[in-house]
Structure formats: C-alpha cells, structure tokens
C-alpha cells in the first residue's frame, strides 16, 4: 500500500497540492497517494483524527484551520510555535507533529526571483496567520528592515507584543485609515501583500512613494493573475511584479521533504502551474 497524504481545508476543491505532490512524488519515484479532504467547519480534529486512524502519514492543512492545528499538535517545531499557525502535520510515534513551511517557501521564492535578502527592506501587509508565518524566516535571511502594517489595530497591537523580541516594526491601523504615519519608514525594496484582499479583488490603500527603485511587489494570493494590489503597485513604481504560485510550490517542497527525506525539483512543477495560470502582464 502506498503510503498516504491529504490536504484539508474548507473549501478544497481550488487546492493545487494534490497536483504538486503527484508531480513531487513522480519526479522522485516515492511511493505514496496525496488526496484533498474537505472537513466541516466544525469538524477539523474530527477528520484529522479519522485519517490517522486510516493511516495516514502526513497532512497539509489550509484555510481556516492554521491555527486549530496550531492547538491540536502534540509538539511543534519552532517556527510554527513562532508564527502560532501550522500548514503541515506529521504522524510519527503515536505523536502529531506540526510544522509551518510558509515563511521558508517564501523565503526560497524571494531568492529565486533574485532579491538580496540581506540587504532588503520589506514592508509586510497584514498580521493574520501568513504574515506570521513568514516573520521569523525574513529575519533569519538577514532583512534590513521589516515593518508591517495590518487594518484593523487589535490585530497589529498582539502581532507587534508576539514578535516584539524580534525587532518587527508595526503600525497599527494605517491600512484602515489609509495615512502614513511614518514615512521615514519608506522606501522598501519588497512589499509583500499577506493579506486577504486580493480574494476579493480589493487592495489595501497604500500611500505613493513606497516603492524604491529595482523594488519587487508580491502578492502571496495566486491564480488571479494581475489583482488590485499588483496594478496599483505597477501603477506607483515597483519594477517587479509576483504572485504566490512559486511559495505554494516551495513550501510544498519543504513539507515533502520534512515527510519523504527526499528535495523535489520545484522549477519544473512551478513552470507547469504557470502554464495554467492567468499570465500578470
Ligand atoms: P487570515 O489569517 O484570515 O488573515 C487575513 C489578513 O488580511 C488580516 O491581516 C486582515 O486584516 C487582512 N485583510 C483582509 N481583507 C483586507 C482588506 N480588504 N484590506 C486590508 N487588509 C485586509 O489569512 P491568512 O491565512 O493570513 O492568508 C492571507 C492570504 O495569504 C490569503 O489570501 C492566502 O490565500 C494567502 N496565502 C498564500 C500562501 C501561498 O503559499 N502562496 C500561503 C499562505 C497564505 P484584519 O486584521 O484587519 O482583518
């Protein structure tokens, strides 16, 4: 029997992972079956627990339960303790393991598209549970300078006490008033849309003059092709315009690997998404 894989979510049936993980496990000749699950909304733990039982050995976990299999792993790496959310389950020992390979897999899109992390500023749109995924790993990669900036203050006033050792900057509620309080903070060379506007084809009011020249603007929603966000940031001058496509490849990669021991190729099944994706010109 192979050994099996599922991502769960709600809803699922969009989900791109059972595609790369089939071309994953092609490419390395690994013996194994990736399915999507739909679990109720309130029915995570339940799915999650029938699954093991079935035997299965590993899960990707995707909208809304990131931070419900935050609560439900027995032990957590520390990234995923860091960002309080978790995209990947392993069952190992009579023990679930979680992990979140978010931030690591943009941090490999960014190098792939050419940024110099190390000397980068970065401004991080929104504070929910992919901006914290991908804090600890732009840090570890040597950013210059990362602020982040979400609508609503509550949110940004507990990412800015979470993370407060770790030298984020945060400016609470100037999304929602649409000013720009500390323009000294401006220009950065990545702006990273973490939030969920682009779902609905909405963009966060962003000030002019962010973007420094030779900047990169990248939208972590995917299969939209030019949203809101990416054509107001062509419009105020950031020379680079990227969707999420590579760091849903990447952080897929990550979890294949932590299951499988083995590193896929990801150029290859990141080229053959593009393919059938709406183009951002
Ligand atoms: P989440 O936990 O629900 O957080 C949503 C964030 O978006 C919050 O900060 C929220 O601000 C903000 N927001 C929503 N609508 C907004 C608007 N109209 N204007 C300004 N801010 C708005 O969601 P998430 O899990 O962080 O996911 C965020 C996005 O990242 C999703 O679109 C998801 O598809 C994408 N994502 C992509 C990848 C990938 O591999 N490419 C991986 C993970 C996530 P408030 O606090 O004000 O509500």
Redesign the pocket.
Known sequence: MPDRYAVVGHPISHSKSPAIHAAFAAQTGQDMIYEALLAPLDGFAATVGQFRAEGGRGMNI???F??EAWRLADRLTERASLAR?V?TLSFNAGEVQGDNT?GA??VRDLETLGCRLATARVLL?????????VVAPLLESGVSRLFVA???S???EQFLEDFADMLVYCMPGV??AGGWQDAAAAPYDIVI????????D????LPDGLYAPGSLAYD???GRGLTAFLKQARAQGATTLA??????????AEAFELWRGVRPDTAPVRDMLRAATPPLA
């Open positions: 995707t909208v809304p990131k931070e959310a995209n978010d897999g943009l749109l929104g504070a929910g549970g992919a901006a914290r995924g979400n609508r609503t509550s949110r940004a999304l929602a849309n973490a939030t969920s506007a682009s779902l609905t909405e963009t966060p009011p972590m929603v995917y969707d999420g496509l590579g760091m849903l490849v990447e952080q897929a």
